[in-house]
């Protein structure tokens, strides 16, 4: 597990990656500045006080809703770039590290696109299920526990179906379970950092096509 993670952080800054980063952490903040006007437009025009200072209030108020919003938003949004960016990243992972295997074939981009959705609504449910306990000592770890397990297992199936029929990558992954679980504790951990969880989706998607080759080969 360390070694992938090592080979997935070179991967990351290597050449082969750049463009494919520079371009998912340009949409990832696009996002977020999309959503920040329109919710900043949609106060505007909602809301009119007659006292200048109930305006300022709001503003600040909306600002740091914002921010704590976007801080758990960030496992779901990882999740749904993962479909957008798997295939790329996945193909320049086996490219540089396993040129000698067979390549992977990619999902088609309907069903990709699917997944991801799917997926993304998933986690956003499973962290606003969790958000309420957050407040509690355990909250934090709570939500680093369900986001571990959900993007492991994405991820992980993900990469795995470009080798092979779902069925079958949901078998291998149940099979080596408790590893792959773990593995997810550290992205999970990393889309919870500000500034680094931009970089996430990718990181992920490299350190999984790893842990995938890895897992493969010790069930042949």
Same mark, same amino acid.
């Given at each position: ?35 920040? %006007? @329109?919710?900043? +437009?949609?106060? /505007? =025009? *909602? ?47 086996e490219a540089r590290h396993y040129p000698l295997d067979p390549r992977g074939t990619s999902l ?9 959705v799917q997926f993304f609504l998933v986690v956003l449910v499973v962290n606003l299920a969790v958000?309420?306990? %957050? @407040?509690?000592? +355990?909250?934090? /770890? =709570? *939500? ?24 079958e990558a949901k078998i291998l992954r149940r099979e080596n379970g408790p590893s792959i679980f ?39």
């Open positions: 597990m360390l070694t992938a993670a090592i080979k997935a952080l070179g991967d990351l800054f290597s050449p082969e990656f750049r463009a494919v980063l520079f371009k998912a952490v340009g949409l990832t903040i696009a996002l977020f500045i999309g959503v920040l %006007v @329109l919710v900043e +437009v949609l106060l /505007v =025009a *909602l809301t009119q006080f007659s006292w200048p200072w109930a305006d300022w209030v709001l503003g600040i108020g909306t600002g740091i809703a914002l921010i704590i919003g976007f801080f758990f938003l960030m496992s779901p949004v990882t999740a749904a770039f993962a479909g957008l960016f798997l295939d790329q990243v996945a193909e320049k992972v088609p981009a309907g069903r990709a696109i699917v997944m991801a958000l309420p306990v %957050v @407040l509690f000592g +355990v909250g934090a /770890v =709570a *939500l680093i526990a369900a986001n571990a397990y959900l993007l492991s297992r994405e991820y992980f199936e993900m990469v795995a179906m470009r080798h092979m029929p779902a069925e773990l593995a997810g504790l550290l992205p999970a951990a990393l889309s919870l950092v500000p500034v680094v969880n931009l970089a996430v989706p990718l990181f992920a998607t490299s350190f999984f096509t790893h842990l995938f080759k890895s897992a493969r080969a010790s069930s042949a």
